[in-house]
């Protein structure tokens, strides 16, 4: 069982920063593959970004691609999200997720993943 515990949401204005962080419980948190979502109110959860367990691989969704990057510290069992030139759509509650990871591999869909935190709001006013 892995537990996941998100932080580092808040309230921003357009153009500003944010970091998330994710740290997971358990000694083999190195061996899993990270992924962070998010879902704002009324729509399904959508993929942000995904990294392998070894951080060699890294995938990002077309919305947030060059302003937001995914990043591990397997030392420190934590995962992180930098968040720039934040924008109004970029508003929902965001979470992180694992599973177990091969290789290079990154995953992108909720269905891939096994174990999810409870999620952290981040809101972007205009």
């Known amino acids: 069982q892995v537990q996941l515990v998100e932080s580092g949401g808040g309230s921003v204005q357009a153009g500003g920063s944010l970091r998330l962080s994710c740290i997971g419980s358990g000694r083999t948190f190195s061996s899993y593959a990270m992924g962070w979502f998010r879902q704002a109110p009324g729509k399904e959860r959508e993929f942000v970004a995904a990294?392998?367990?070894?951080?060699?691989?890294?995938y990002y969704a077309d919305s947030v691609k060059g302003r937001f990057t995914i990043s591990r510290d397997n030392a420190k069992n934590t995962v992180y999200l930098q968040m720039i030139s934040l924008r109004p759509e970029d508003t929902a509650v965001y979470y992180c997720?694992?599973?177990?990871?091969?290789?290079?591999?990154?995953?992108?869909?909720?269905?891939?993943?096994?174990?999810w935190g409870q999620g952290t709001q981040v809101t972007v006013s205009s």
């Open positions: 997720s694992s599973r177990q990871g091969r290789g290079g591999s990154v995953y992108y869909t909720p269905a891939q993943y096994d174990y």
């Open positions: 990294i392998s367990w070894s951080g060699s691989s890294v």
